[in-house]
């Protein structure tokens, strides 16, 4: 049972345009949501996250959407820039599970130039 | 700089042996992680320690052992018991709380040759 889940493996984007990746979860016990992003043989770096008391947080071009309703949020990355081509993990973490995070599949950004 | 350094960046294991995968961390987090990640999946929690000589079993812990000794390091072995340990391996180490991010090592990637 995959509790959170990126349904789309891949997008493909236009430089300048805008980039949105998406994420869905099934535990109500989550209440704090995290994206990374991750270049190949390194390490996912700490990108943006949003507490469930928030709908929206936004660092710079990256915005994130939270939909507790639905069970889903949502990176939104604008402009985008051929840097930005990556895999983009979201994760989410519940204050009752010491802190550990659950990973969805990833999602591969590809921004064309 | 602080960061999280994992050692080797790549190694082979003979079938049948138990191998140990460093992390060592300059942050002074208190607790600390290692993930598994296989080809076109998300990260799965193996073993976490949110102190020092405590660590608990995560979602994959079968086959790999840990200790946590000292603050800075969390090494993991994998061991013959482990049936499929082609992966790639990643630590990671946050402050106690949900609300952190992971930093992540830059990984090691183990081959069974």
């Known amino acids: 049972d995959q509790q959170v889940k990126q349904n789309s493996p891949s997008l493909s984007v236009q430089e300048g345009r805008i980039s949105i990746l998406n994420c869905d979860y099934t535990n109500s016990m989550f209440d704090y949501f995290l994206w990374y992003k991750k270049y190949p043989a390194e390490g996912p770096t700490f990108l943006i996250s949003?507490?469930?008391?928030?709908d929206k947080n936004e660092d710079g071009r990256f915005t994130v959407f939270l939909n507790k309703s639905a069970k889903h949020l949502s990176l939104h990355i604008v402009p985008s820039q051929p840097g930005d081509s990556a895999v983009y993990f979201c994760?989410?973490?519940?204050?009752?599970?010491?802190?550990?995070?659950?990973f969805g599949d990833g999602t591969t950004l590809t921004v064309k130039p | 700089d602080g960061g999280i350094t994992q050692s080797p960046k790549y190694l082979f294991r003979k079938e049948g042996q138990n191998v140990t995968l460093s992390c060592e961390q300059n942050l002074n987090h208190d607790a600390m992680y290692w993930y598994r990640q296989d080809p076109g999946q998300g990260l799965r929690l193996i073993y976490y320690s949110q102190i020092v000589n405590d660590f608990q079993k995560g979602d994959i812990a079968e086959g790999y052992s840990v200790s946590r000794e000292k603050k800075e390091s969390f090494p993991l072995t994998v061991t013959s018991a482990q049936k499929n340990p082609t992966a790639f391996y990643l630590c990671?180490?946050?402050?106690?709380?949900?609300?952190?991010?992971?930093?992540f090592g830059s990984g090691t990637r183990l081959t069974v040759v």
């Open positions: 949003i507490s469930s008391i928030k």
């Open positions: 994760a989410a973490s519940g204050t009752t599970n010491a802190g550990k995070s659950t």
């Open positions: 990671a180490s946050t402050p106690m709380g949900i609300a952190y991010g992971y930093t």
